[in-house]
T-cell receptor, first 115, second 114 residues
Framework: EPEVTQTPSHQVTQMGQEVILRCVPISNHLYFYWYRQILGQKVEFLVSFYNNEISEKSEIFDDQFSVERPDGSNFTLKIRSTKLEDSAMYFC?????????????FGSGTRLTVV | AQSVTQLGSHVSVSEGALVLLRCNYS??????LFWYVQYPNQGLQLLLK??????LVKGINGFEAEFKKSETSFHLTKPSAHMSDAAEYFC????????????FGQGTELSVKP
């Protein structure tokens, strides 16, 4: 069964450093998403991406965050200057249709720890 | 704005017992509703979804959920728990005009005792 692959599975970074989280969506999917889960809290929507541009973003997704699909296969989330509160599990997801009713495929997540 | 509340952050059942995980939603328009499961060190896997067809939805691994509009609920059930059902379960809501964004509940950790 096709999978969404996220790398790395764990990343530790120092506060203020830039970090890039990588995702390889399912090859024929067109819609891409990032979610995060701070330990003990809800899974929260960050951003959706379609046709090489952001479709929707949450209030969390401020100027410190950016996404891109640099080579037609990878989908990356960049945090420019990490803060302690960015420590969380970050999930990538992809879908071949617009609308959650078709269901996403989620990756296994990247656990980001900012120290 | 829509929201999801899962009652009980931890639920413990004995193997073979009924599993009931509660989810209530708030939405101004008919929602799409989902249950996802997360096994340790794995991603979120779709268990089942309600998209305005039959109100009783059957999913994978013997789970089912019933959409009750009058109660704004979408509780997840399984008649007989198995040890392999131990995981974190998330209820989520989406609206048809929201571009695919999911709003999640806080999750319920299910433990299964032998």
């Amino acid at each position: 069964e096709p999978e969404v692959t996220q790398t790395p599975s764990h990343q530790v970074t120092q506060m203020g450093q830039e970090v890039i989280l990588r995702c390889v969506p399912i090859s024929n999917h067109l819609y891409f998403y990032w979610y995060r889960q701070i330990l003990g809290q809800k899974v929260e929507f960050l951003v959706s991406f379609y046709n090489n541009e952001i479709s929707e973003k949450s209030e969390i997704f401020d100027d410190q965050f950016s996404v891109e699909r640099p080579d037609g296969s990878n989908f990356t989330l960049k945090i420019r200057s990490t803060k302690l509160e960015d420590s969380a599990m970050y999930f990538c997801a992809s879908s071949d249709h617009l609308g959650a009713d078709y269901g996403y495929t989620f990756g296994s997540g990247t656990r980001l720890t900012v120290v | 704005a829509q929201s999801v509340t899962q009652l009980g952050s931890h639920v413990s059942v004995s193997e073979g017992a009924l599993v009931l995980l509660r989810c209530n939603y708030s939405s101004s328009v008919p929602p799409y509703l989902f249950w996802y499961v997360q096994y340790p060190n794995q991603g979120l896997q779709l268990l089942l979804k309600y998209t305005s067809a039959a109100t009783l939805v059957k999913g994978i691994n013997g789970f089912e959920a019933e959409f009750k509009k009058s109660e704004t609920s979408f509780h997840l059930t399984k008649p007989s728990a198995h040890m392999s059902d131990a995981a974190e379960y998330f209820c989520a809501v989406s609206l048809f005009n929201q571009g695919g964004k999911l709003i999640f509940g806080q999750g319920t950790e299910l433990s299964v005792k032998p």
